[in-house]
């Protein structure tokens, strides 16, 4: 009975997935899995080469962490530097990568970053994205000549996308697995509405991003990131490609760094300096409004620090003259800060006990500091501000161990036949440290090496 019970069983899931795929092509040239910048990418140069390509995109829309993309994309010795006159060359562009990432960045892989940085910018130019640079500052970045970076970004890919028939986007299709047959990579098990298939493929590239919503994950590479909060990053970013290359033998490089801030509140981050900055600056408390650290330490190491309290979290407060700068008005404002006459008032407002909070303040301003503060400021002038911030992450800066041909390196250090990556899930471009708009500048660069290598 038990058996008959069984065969039945999976006479009926055989079904369900037949049905799933019944009216769905199931064999590809190329299988691309996440629907980012990279993804989009790769799927666009190998459709442009001839190849039936299919896109799975687990969420409803494509995008992914691409397309929240704020600034703009780094890149060196491109026509826009050399129309503008404002300088920054390829060696400053790798140097500058290099340093960020305290030359722990691969450095093969960061030469051809930078080296196809121009071509990169002359493509997205191409397809329509409109660019200049930022300023005489800040000449590593390009910036839309208005507008949202990141959804101007994507919006320009999928524009490309739709152009090719050989292309086919699937979204909510989740992929849950690779095959392997004889140690090559043959396609992927996914996961759609109605079911459950196998899309086979003779290449398979992984473009699914980082891990930056997954905090277990997260905390299993870095415990000094266990709770880190998940605010900067979209929901699709958990790991997956990581889980699934590893399940090929796939190696990782530098999982332990990760791009994370200290202050962060309502899906932004703020400058460190409104409780950093000398003479001016204020305190981060606990719950039980006492100071616990030296709020002039490095961001990354302050954030661990804050993550070790109770409740992860901490107020920063400041007073009336940091309320009153750029970073202070737009941290109260954003972060839905609090405010009150008397350090009393405001303790009540935030719920801790205001005779402590009112001595941790008498303290600070009195110059009494057991954390190894080299400059105190001081909180000396009504409104006194109170905004929760919680630390939290961004950016995913190890992954796939790749070689330069964006193919996935196993542990006994050989290519995977058959399995590709690029963009956040691969390793080796950052190190312990990213140049803001390098990512998007991998995302066109690798995603462009990972499309041909797939269709080799
Ligand atoms: P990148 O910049 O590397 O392209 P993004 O975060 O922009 O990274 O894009 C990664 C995309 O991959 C996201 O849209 C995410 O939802 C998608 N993704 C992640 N895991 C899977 C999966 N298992 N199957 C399909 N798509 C996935």
Redesign the pocket.
């Known amino acids: 009975m038990k058996t008959i019970k069984v065969v039945l069983v999976s006479l009926l899931i055989f079904a369900l997935a037949a049905c799933a795929s019944a009216d769905k092509k199931t064999k590809t040239d190329v299988l691309v ?7 989009l990418v790769s799927a666009i140069t190998a459709a442009n080469a001839g190849k039936n390509v299919i896109l ?4 409803s829309a ?6 929240i993309s704020a600034t703009g994309i780094t890149a060196s010795d491109t026509k826009y530097h050399t129309e503008s006159g404002i300088s920054f060359t390829k060696e400053d562009h790798f140097k500058r990568t290099m340093e960020t990432g305290k030359n722990l960045a691969n450095p093969e892989l960061v030469e051809i970053l930078v080296n196809r940085s121009s071509d990169a910018i002359d493509w997205l130019t191409d397809l329509g994205l409109k660019l200049k640079v930022r300023s005489e500052k800040e000449p590593f970045w390009l910036v839309p000549v208005e507008g949202h970076y990141g959804s101007q970004l994507v919006g320009v890919l999928i524009n490309e996308a739709n152009q090719y028939k050989n292309l086919e986007v699937r979204t909510k ?4 697995k690779l095959e392997i047959e004889d140690g090559k990579v043959i396609g992927a098990t996914v996961e759609d509405e109605k079911g459950t298939y196998v899309i086979s493929a003779k290449s398979v590239i992984l ?4 891990l930056n919503n997954n905090p277990e994950m997260i905390a299993f590479y870095n415990e000094k990131y266990k709770n880190i909060n998940t605010e900067m990053t ?1 929901p ?3 790991g ?2 990581i889980v699934m290359a590893l399940a090929a033998n796939a190696d990782l490089v530098d999982m332990q760094y990760f791009q994370v801030r200290p202050l962060s509140s309502n899906g932004d981050w703020y400058h460190e300096r409104i409780i950093a900055a000398e003479d001016l600056s204020g305190i981060l408390v606990n719950a039980k409004g006492e100071r616990f650290v030296n709020e002039t330490l490095a961001p990354k190491a302050l954030a661990a620090e804050i993550l070790k309290t109770d409740e992860h979290s901490a107020y920063a407060i400041f007073d009336n003259r940091v309320l009153n700068t750029p970073d202070g008005t737009k941290f109260f404002t954003k972060g839905k800060g609090v405010q009150a006459n008397t350090i009393e008032e405001l303790a009540a407002l935030i719920n801790i006990d205001a005779a402590t909070l009112k001595k941790t303040i008498d303290d600070y301003n009195q110059g009494i500091d057991p954390f190894g503060r080299t400059v105190l400021g001081k909180v000396i002038e009504a409104p006194y501000v109170a905004v929760l911030t919680k630390p939290s992450n961004h950016y995913t800066m190890g992954g796939l161990k790749v070689n330069a041909q964006a193919q996935v390196i196993d542990k006994n250090n050989q290519p995977i036949p058959g399995l590709f990556a ?4 691969m390793g080796g471009l950052y190190g312990d440290g990213r140049v803001a708009g390098n ?2 500048l991998d ?1 066109v660069v690798f995603g462009k090496i990972a499309g041909l290598s797939a269709i080799k």
């Open positions: 899995i996440g629907g980012g910048g990279a993804g799975v995109e687990k969420m494509l995008g992914g962490n691409t397309i299709t989740k992929a849950v473009a699914t991003g980082g979209t699709g970013a958990t997956d490609g690029a963009g956040e899930v990512n998007t995302d």
